[in-house]
């Protein structure tokens, strides 16, 4: 994971924005002929105006740039996977800039929104449109009648539609470079997924302290089969332990590739014996 560390930055970035000014606003609103009404409800609203609209617009942002920023974390592990290396800190800094400034745009637009577009009808009391709430709480109005909302609506589609588009570009660009690198992987890579699993589920267990010893026979055949578990008090040997469960799955692995038979006579059996004590004997 540490060549895709920068790339887990901005994925943190984005969830804990979004989180924030979500736990700041808490918004609730309502649509009624044309008129959008919104309100906080969280610690922003204790302060003025102002500052609501800027945490809706701030919220709005959080919103696109959860959705920007997919695109950016697809070309990301392209371009490691096409370069073979990372891309650079700045590099990485100038992609999330990107996927910002696109998220702003739409904020920006909702900054006019709510603090402009009332005054397409003016005198109009927007508290009867409202819950009957008393005292009538600060409300933000936007009214689809002016061209802010409009804009506001249109660019977020948009954006929404074209993060999309260039997340399953880059995600079939990779999966292509995948597939032609995938003749190079060792048979080690290719099962490492197998002994990643196996990894997972002993670490999984509840008692550590004591973890199954095999002295087992995996047989040339369809299956790798473990005769007999032995407990023993070694909390600290999962990674041997996987070493000799993996070569069980080799086993088992190399027993169904068809073998010639000039091969077949060359067959003998072989003691496999690790440092830590485990074994697996096979045909």
């Given at each position: ?9 901005m ?9 924030f000014?979500?736990m ?11 008129v ?9 609203s204790?302060l003025?105006?102002?500052f609501?609209?800027?945490?809706v ?10 959705m920007t ?7 990301f ?10 891309l650079?800190?700045?590099k990485t800094?100038?992609l ?16 006019f929104?709510?603090?402009r ?6 005198g ?25 909302p409009i ?5 977020t ?5 074209i993060?999309y ?9 990779t999966?292509k ?32 302290d ?5 002295n ?14 032995n ?8 990674a041997?332990?996987v070493?000799?469960?993996?070569c ?11 073998k010639?038979?000039?091969?077949n006579?060359?067959l ?16």
């Amino acid at each position: 994971m540490k060549p895709y560390k920068k790339m887990l930055y901005m994925c943190s970035i984005t969830d804990f924005l979004f989180w924030f000014v979500d736990m700041l606003v808490e918004i609730k609103l309502k649509q009624r002929n044309e008129v959008l009404l919104v309100k906080l409800e969280g610690p922003a609203s204790f302060l003025s105006r102002s500052f609501h609209i800027y945490g809706v617009a701030a919220h709005v942002t959080g919103v696109n740039l959860s959705m920007t920023v997919l695109p950016a974390q697809a070309f990301f592990r392209y371009y490691s996977l096409k370069h073979s290396e990372p891309l650079s800190t700045l590099k990485t800094i100038c992609l999330f800039s990107i996927s910002f400034t696109s998220a702003l745009i739409p904020g920006t637009f909702a900054w006019f929104t709510f603090d402009r577009s009332a005054d397409v009808n003016p005198g109009f009391n927007y508290g009867t449109v409202w819950f009957q709430e008393y005292p009538l709480p600060t409300l933000l109005v936007g009214n689809m009648k002016s061209i802010y909302p409009i804009m506001y609506f249109g660019v977020t589609v948009v954006n929404f539609v074209i993060s999309y588009f260039l997340l399953v570009l880059f995600s079939y660009f990779t999966m292509k470079k995948m597939q032609e690198h995938y003749h190079k992987y060792t048979n080690q890579t290719k099962k490492s997924p197998q002994t990643n699993e196996l990894v997972f589920i002993l670490s999984s267990t509840d008692n550590l302290d004591h973890i199954f010893h095999t002295n087992n026979d995996c047989h040339n055949a369809n299956h790798a089969k473990v005769k007999q578990w032995n407990i023993v008090d070694n909390g600290d040997d999962v990674a041997r332990l996987v070493t000799s469960l993996q070569c069980c799955i080799n086993t088992h692995h190399n027993s169904t590739i068809p073998k010639k038979d000039s091969e077949n006579d060359q067959l003998h059996e072989k003691r496999i014996k690790s440092n830590s004590g485990y074994y697996c004997l096979f045909q």
